[in-house]
């Protein structure tokens, strides 16, 4: 299974963007399909989107759609997770994880990053 790490998040304010990354290592990355969740307190873990393996396709919630961007970048095994137009509801802990497949159940990942604070203040 590879490893995975994220970093990138703060506290900013609405509207703010901020880019997450998430590295991976000890495994085979490109072959993964990589997902971003959010997890805010007392509330359960939430799809974000995905990514394919090789052609870059992306699949993103609703909450999300035309306000972030999923990309990666192979060759030095980072996936990222692009925020715009960030609103207090953003706010969560965002992790990466690596599956097979792009569903939107978190149960089907099988390697997960420690997470990284996202917080929008009004």
């Known amino acids: 299974q590879v490893q995975l790490a994220e970093s990138g998040g703060g506290l900013v304010q609405a509207g703010d963007s901020l880019r997450l990354s998430c590295v991976g290592s000890g495994g085979a990355f490109s072959s993964n399909v990589m997902a971003w969740f959010r997890q805010a307190p007392g509330k359960e873990r939430e799809f974000v989107g995905s990514?394919?393996?090789?052609?870059?396709?992306?699949f993103y919630a609703n909450s999300v759609k035309g306000r972030f961007t999923i990309s990666r970048d192979n060759a030095n095994n980072t996936v990222y997770l692009y925020l715009t137009d960030l609103r207090p509801e953003d706010t969560a802990v965002y992790y990466c994880?690596?599956?097979?497949?792009?569903?939107?159940?978190?149960?089907?990942?099988?390697?997960w990053g420690q997470g990284t604070q996202v917080t929008v203040s009004s």
């Open positions: 994880a690596a599956g097979s497949t792009g569903t939107a159940n978190p149960r089907q990942y099988d390697s």
């Open positions: 990514i394919s393996q090789n052609y870059g396709f992306t």
